[in-house]
Each structure stands twice: as structure tokens, then as C-alpha cells.
């Protein structure tokens, strides 16, 4: 089959690679569309160890079922489907409590196992759900992004945020400022450096966007909020020069998300947590029922496709290139 192949730090191809073969438990996916995720563009141009060749990145896909494992009984030849990200193990104790998008054995397609920027890819039949009939693949392919959107609505609930600062409007930024419009009252408030992606934004919704090379936006965001800050700050950057702003852009008592991931060890100014007993929240993936709510929003007509662009898998590569350039908000790849 045709892959988009990882096979040495630097080093991309589009080549041949051997056919998947389901264990017991596992479905054949002949993929329709995979999003390219921010993480696998650090991975390819950071040389980040995280990902480590040779591998078939992505993670993000729907496709349709064309062979099952032996076990496999709830799933037909034929079944479109949307996968989730992460297969957890089921039976460690964070599995038992529920957390499973917290599995201390989780395997992420394109990381732990092959992933789909491929023409088919082997995928365990519980991390299935169906695809909308309403929904073009280009859209269902982004269920995963969006669902970390509504993961980190729900992990903010209990502050009720009436207002909302996205910092970062890349697709992670923009998929949380969908998720938030849709599922709260909030106003949301988005930071980015380029005028493109805050154009996007303010389409998307939001009530005021803001260029931190030309605005403080920390104190922008308190004129706008009684002096305040923030009920919720979402970190979507994750650099040392975002984190801190973060913080101090979040009202006390608020709450602060980091699911940005560009830097790992920063200086934090730790009293401007204690004293106003803000709350730093770190994330990193969505649960299965909160990739079927994101299925459910799109399928509702929310929109994840007018700023994406779509890809042949043969030009993998470029969409890379591109994308790495800032040429492009976000790309999906089609086998």
C-alpha cells in the first residue's frame, strides 16, 4: 500500500509500504482523510524523540472497515467509522476509574503504533465510532482535534466561564474557540501572531482578537473584564513566552489550560498561582464519549472545514512544507 513514510529523522517519503494485518481484536481501515496534526509537524522538523522513525505518522481519521479480526463481532465490512487517537489498555487503574484518555499503557497511533497517513491502517475495534452520513471525511477526519476542544470545556465547567481567552489560533486554538461557542455562553477572546489565522477566528466567533506584538494582551484582556482577567485562560501555544502571560491573563480563582506543548521547562512566577489560587490545568487528549460529542457538533453543521486544506496523500511532503511555512492553518490528507 501507499504511505506517507517516516523512515529517518529528516527524511520523508511517499513510498510503498507492507499491508496491515488485524490482530483478533482489530479492524482493517481503508483511510478516506487524515488531518496533519501540529504535534507531527514538531516531530518531522524538531526531530523530536517523542516520535521516533521509522513510523507511519497520524492520528486523526475516519475510513471505512475492510477486514476484522477473528473477535470482532460488533463491527461489519463496509461500516464507515471516525477512530479515536489513543488506544487505552483497558485494565490499568486509570483505565478502571474511568480515565482512559489517561492510560498509563496508551498507545497514539503514529507514535506507539503505525499510523493512517496510508492507505490502510489496523485499528482495535473499540476505539471505533460511526461516521455521520452528513459528514464529508475532510470533517470527520477532525473529530479528535475538536474533541480536545470539548474536553477542556468540560474540565472548565465548574468555573461557568463567562468569558474566555484562547492564546494561539492554530487548529488546536481554533477547534477550542468552536467547542467553547458552542457548548457555553462564554465570550471568547483569541491571541495569535498572524492576521490570517485571526481573520479565521473572528469568523469563527470570536468577540475580540488581539496581536500580542501590538497589544498587551494581558491587560487588554483585564480592560475588557473589570480589571479581572480571564474565567478561563487555554494555552494552545505552549512556549516559554506563552505560559506565564497565561497565568497572569486568568482572573483569580480562575482556571488556566495548558495543551500547548512547544516548550517544556519554563520559569513560572509560582506566587501568581498561590496568592489568587488560580488553577493550572495541564491536557492532553479527550475521552471516546467526547470524541462522539465533537462527532455530534459537526454533524450539527459546526464548522472545521473552511480553513483547512486538503491534500493528496502523494503530496504529503508539500502539505508538510506548507504548513511548516504557515502557508495554511491546517491540512488534511486524502489516500
Known amino acids: 500500500m501507499q504511505t506517507l513514510f517516516y523512515p529517518d529523522y529528516g527524511e520523508l517519503r511517499y513510498e510503498e509500504r507492507p499491508e496491515p494485518t488485524p490482530a483478533p481484536d482489530e479492524v482493517i481501515v481503508q483511510v478516506a482523510a487524515c488531518g496533519l ?8 522538523f524538531g526531530r523530536s524523540p517523542r516520535r521516533t522513525p521509522p513510523r507511519i505518522m497520524g492520528h486523526e481519521f475516519c475510513g471505512t472497515i475492510v477486514a476484522r479480526g477473528a473477535d470482532v463481532s460488533d463491527w461489519a465490512v463496509g461500516d464507515r467509522v471516525v477512530s479515536h487517537s489513543l488506544v487505552p489498555c483497558a485494565v490499568c487503574v486509570r483505565c478502571r476509574r474511568g ?13 506507539h503504533r503505525e499510523g493512517a497517513f496510508a492507505e490502510r491502517v489496523a485499528v482495535p475495534a473499540r476505539v ?32 461557568a466561564p ?29 491571541s495569535d501572531l498572524s492576521e490570517e489565522r485571526l481573520d479565521v477566528a473572528r469568523r469563527l466567533g470570536a468577540a475580540h482578537v488581539f496581536d500580542p506584538r501590538h497589544t ?23 512556549s516559554r513566552h506563552t505560559k506565564g502571560p497565561a497565568v497572569a491573563a486568568t482572573r483569580p480563582g480562575g482556571a488556566c489550560v495548558w495543551i500547548g506543548l512547544h516548550d517544556d521547562r519554563i520559569e513560572l512566577d509560582t506566587y501568581a498561582v498561590t496568592l489568587p489560587e488560580r488553577h493550572v490545568l495541564g491536557t492532553y487528549a479527550a475521552t471516546q464519549p467526547e470524541l462522539a460529542e465533537a462527532l455530534a457538533l459537526m454533524a450539527s453543521g459546526l464548522d472545521v472545514t473552511s480553513w483547512t486544506t486538503v491534500f493528496p496523500l502523494s503530496d504529503g511532503v508539500e502539505a508538510f512544507r506548507q504548513m511548516h511555512a504557515a502557508e495554511g492553518i491546517k491540512a488534511v490528507l486524502v489516500p
Open 128 to 159: 471505533l465510532m460511526p461516521w455521520p452520513e452528513n459528514l464529508p471525511a475532510e470533517a470527520a477526519c477532525l473529530a479528535e482535534p475538536l474533541a480536545n476542544g470539548v474536553h477542556m470545556v468540560h474540565l472548565t465547567e465548574r468555573i
Open 99 to 111: 480515565d482512559t484518555h489517561l492510560c498509563a499503557d496508551r498507545q497514539i497511533f503514529g507514535m
Open 216 to 238: 498587551d494582551v494581558v491587560q487588554a484582556v483585564r480592560d475588557l473584564t473589570d480589571g479581572e482577567g480571564a474565567d478561563v485562560v487555554i494555552d494552545a501555544v505552549g
Open 162 to 190: 463567562q468569558t474566555v481567552l484562547i492564546v494561539g489560533a492554530g487548529p488546536i486554538g481554533l477547534m477550542t474557540l468552536l467547542a467553547f461557542r458552542a457548548m457555553t455562553d462564554a465570550s471568547v477572546f483569541v
Open 37 to 44: 496534526c501540529g504535534s507531527e509537524l514538531e516531530t518531522f
